[in-house]
C-alpha cells in the first residue's frame, strides 16, 4: 500500500499558523521542506505504479485483445501513453511549480468547475477504488493461501479486504515513520515477487520452453470495445506516472529532478513490466492465464462492500474517469502553449502540442468506445458520481450556500487534519 492516498490532501496545501504581534493577528504560511532528491523521485514514482496492477490488469488485457500478439501490443500501447502523458505532466509541473497535479493545472486554465470536478472524482472514485483493488488483492491471496476451496467465500474475501482497509488506516493515522516502514516492506514483497516471475519466465526460455508465445496474434478479437477495456487494464498498472506532480514542493531542484525522474521510472517499469508479460506466457497456458485469479470477484469499495462487482469493471470504471480527467489535462497544456500569460515563460522541457493532441485523440477514444456495446453498470455509476458533484458544487461551491453548523464542522476537520486552505486561493 502506498502512502500517497492517505497524504495526498496535506500534501497540495500550505499550512498556515497565526502570530500575535502588538494585539494584531498575522498568518504566517509554512511551506513544506523540499526533502526529496532524484532517487526519492524515482522510487517514488515506482512505489506509485508497480502494485496491484501488474498482477491484476494482465487478465484483463488479454480477455480484451483474445491473443497474446495483441496482447503485448497492448501493453506497449499503453506503455507509449503513459509515458506521453508523463511527458506532458513534466513540461506542466515545471511550468506551474505548486502541489496538486492536475487540479492545479485546471485551476489555471479553465477555472473552479472543473478544478473541483478532478477533486471531486479523486477523493469518491478514484482514491478509494485504488484502495480498494489493492487491499482484495492482498484479501484474495491470504484467502487463497489460508484456506480450501470449501472455505474460501466472497464473504470472507470481503471481511479481509474490510480489515486491510481498517488495519492501512490505523498503521497511517498512529505514525508516519510506522507507515512508511509498511510501505518500504509491501515494495520489497511486491517486486520481490515481480522477480521470482522473471526469473521463472527467463529460465523457461533459456531452456527452449516458449508456452502460449508461439501462437502469435492467433484468436484476436475485432471489438473496438475490448480494446478500451484493454487499454483500460493496462493503463491501470501504469497509473501513478503523475504522481510526483502533487509533490512537487517537496523535490529538490525541481527543473532538473521532476523530469529525470519521471522519465527514469517510466523506463524501468516500462522494461519491469513487459518482462514480466512475457514471463506469464511462458508460464501460464491460456486457459491458465484466464481463470487465475489475479483479478478475481471484487466489490465497489469499502462503503459498497454490499454492492456485488468484479475488479474488470472497477478499473474500467476508474479507467473511464481517469482518462477522461488526462483528457482535460492535454487540452490544459495546449490552452497554456497559446495563452499570453504563460506561451513565453521558459520552460525546461517543452512537449510539442502533436503529443499532447495524440495523448487527447487517445483519451477521446477511451471514454467513446465503451459506450459502442451499450451502458453498462460501471459506467452509469461514474455518470451519476459525476452528476452528484456539479450538484453540490453550485449550490456549495459557486452561490455558496451553506448549512447551519457547517462553519463549525469545517473548523473541527482542519484542526483534526493539521490543513487549512492555501493563501492562493480566493476567498
Not at 477533486?119 to 478509494?128: G, T
Not at 484474495?140 to 489460508?146: F, K, M
Not at 470481503?158 to 507507515?179: D, E, G, P, R
Request: glycine fraction near 10%.
Amino acid at each position: 500500500m502506498d502512502l500517497l492516498e492517505n497524504n495526498i490532501i496535506k500534501l497540495c496545501i500550505l499550512v498556515r499558523t497565526r502570530t500575535m504581534e502588538g494585539g494584531i493577528t498575522k498568518e504566517m504560511e509554512v511551506h513544506v521542506p523540499r526533502r526529496l532528491g532524484l532517487p526519492s523521485g524515482v522510487s517514488f514514482i515506482v512505489g506509485s505504479i508497480i502494485g496491484s496492477g501488474i498482477f491484476i490488469s494482465p487478465k484483463g488485457v488479454l480477455l480484451g485483445t483474445g491473443s497474446v500478439g495483441l496482447c503485448l501490443v497492448a501493453w506497449g500501447v499503453s506503455a507509449v501513453i503513459s509515458f506521453c502523458g508523463a511527458l506532458v505532466m513534466a513540461e506542466l509541473g515545471l511550468l506551474l511549480p505548486k502541489s496538486g497535479g492536475p487540479y492545479i493545472y485546471l485551476l489555471k486554465a479553465f477555472g473552479n468547475f472543473p478544478a473541483f470536478m478532478v477533486v471531486w472524482v479523486h477523493a469518491v472514485v478514484i482514491i478509494p477504488a485504488s484502495l480498494l483493488v489493492k487491499s482484495l488483492t492482498v484479501a484474495e491471496y491470504i484467502s487463497r493461501a489460508a484456506m480450501d476451496d470449501c472455505q474460501q467465500t466472497q464473504g470472507w474475501t470481503k471481511i479481509m479486504a474490510a480489515f486491510v482497509i481498517i488495519s492501512v488506516t490505523i498503521v497511517n493515522v498512529l505514525s508516519v515513520q510506522l507507515a512508511a516502514r509498511t510501505q518500504i516492506l509491501f515494495t520489497v514483497i511486491k517486486v520481490g515477487g515481480l522477480l521470482v516471475i522473471i526469473g521463472g519466465g527467463i529460465y523457461q526460455l533459456f531452456i527452449g520452453h516458449t508456452g502460449i508465445l508461439d501462437t502469435g496474434f492467433e484468436g484476436s478479437s475485432t471489438a473496438i470495445s475490448g480494446y478500451a477495456a484493454a487499454l483500460y487494464s493496462g493503463l491501470w498498472a501504469f497509473d501513478g506516472w503523475g504522481n510526483l506532480n502533487f509533490v512537487v514542493e517537496e523535490l529538490k531542484n525541481p527543473r532538473r529532478n521532476l523530469p529525470l525522474s519521471i522519465g527514469l521510472s517510466m523506463l524501468l517499469v516500462v522494461v519491469v513490466y513487459m518482462l514480466v508479460n512475457v514471463s506469464y506466457f511462458t508460464l501460464l497456458t491460456k486457459d491458465e492465464f484466464l481463470s487465475s485469479w489475479a483479478v478475481g470477484e471484487a466489490l465497489l469499495a469499502f462503503l459498497f462492500l454490499s454492492l456485488p462487482g468484479n475488479v474488470g469493471s472497477i478499473i474500467n470504471m476508474t479507467g473511464f474517469i481517469s482518462w477522461a480527467t488526462y483528457g482535460l489535462v492535454m487540452v490544459a497544456h495546449i490552452v497554456f502553449k497559446f495563452r499570453s500569460d504563460t506561451k513565453d515563460i521558459p520552460r525546461l522541457i517543452r512537449v510539442p502540442i502533436a503529443v499532447s493532441l495524440v495523448v487527447l485523440v487517445l483519451c477521446l477514444y477511451l471514454v467513446v468506445a465503451p459506450f459502442l456495446d451499450g451502458l453498462h453498470t460501471e459506467y452509469a455509476f461514474a455518470f451519476s458520481v459525476l452528476a452528484l458533484g456539479a450538484l453540490l458544487y453550485f449550490p456549495f461551491i459557486y452561490f455558496r450556500f451553506s448549512l447551519p453548523g457547517s462553519g463549525f464542522v469545517y473548523q473541527l476537520l482542519q484542526l483534526f487534519l493539521d490543513v487549512a486552505p492555501p493563501q492562493h486561493i480566493k476567498e
